[in-house]
């Protein structure tokens, strides 16, 4: 079954704006990883915060999450065409060993 | 794509017939995992492998079949009993059963059944 939640199904920005993507959850996890997927290929990951971490930053990349709301944002500054692609989240928590996915959010950037 | 192939890209076949999806890692990584997406949908776990000979099923098992003879593949047949097998299917890696490594992807395969 699928853990995370990606809202909103579809996201359509212009270059140099930002991109917000969030994420929730239902269980407890160890961590939460961002992946990111170009049409018609696999995933890349990201991006990965522990639970008892609040935000992480990786290059144009900031990512939250707050454990009391089962939640994770995605945040993509100054963004790209080249950005363009399906964002995924991934829960892995202690009850299984190993991750699931949730369905993503389609970004569109247009130049 | 990292250190993870998945041969063929494309694959058709006709409806009844059993096929096999490759999947190889040169990453000297002991877990090993297939998934199946939908369009416009996300990941759903088939079967995974954290060591060699040995596998457990995902969420959506029935109608697949894996084995782990050796470390660095991991096959996945879809078999006739598989009700609606055209999908994408992507195989992906980790280092290990720690849960912050990340999973490493192949390229993926698109399987079409008619």
């Known amino acids: 079954s699928q853990q995370g939640e990606e809202d909103p199904q579809a996201l359509s920005i212009q270059e140099g704006e930002n991109a917000t993507m969030n994420c929730s959850y239902k269980t407890s996890i160890n961590n939460l990883q961002w992946y990111r997927q170009n049409s018609g290929r696999g995933l890349v990951h990201l991006i990965l915060?522990?639970?008892?971490?609040r935000e992480k930053h990786s290059g144009r990349l900031r990512v939250t999450l707050d454990t009391s709301k089962k939640s994770s944002s995605l945040l993509i500054t100054a963004s790209r065409a080249a950005d363009t692609a399906s964002y995924f989240c991934?829960?892995?928590?202690?009850?299984?060993?190993?991750?699931?996915f949730g369905a993503g959010t389609r970004l569109t950037v247009k130049p | 794509d990292g250190g993870i192939t998945q041969s063929p890209k494309y694959l058709f076949r006709k409806e009844g017939q059993n096929v096999t999806l490759s999947c190889e890692q040169n990453?000297?990584?002991?877990?090993m995992y297939w998934y199946r997406q939908d369009p416009g949908q996300g990941l759903r776990l088939i079967y995974y492998s954290q060591i060699v000979n040995d596998f457990q099923k995902g969420d959506i098992a029935e109608g697949y079949s894996v084995s782990r003879e050796k470390k660095e593949s991991f096959p996945l047949t879809v078999t006739s009993a598989q009700k609606n097998p055209t999908a994408f299917y992507l195989c992906?890696?980790?280092?290990?059963?720690?849960?912050?490594?990340?999973?490493?992807f192949g390229p993926g395969t698109r399987l079409t059944v008619t």
């Open positions: 992906a890696s980790r280092m290990g059963q720690d849960l912050t490594y990340e999973q490493y």
């Open positions: 991934a829960t892995a928590s202690y009850n299984n060993n190993d991750m699931r």
């Open positions: 915060i522990r639970s008892n971490e």
């Open positions: 990453l000297n990584h002991d877990a």
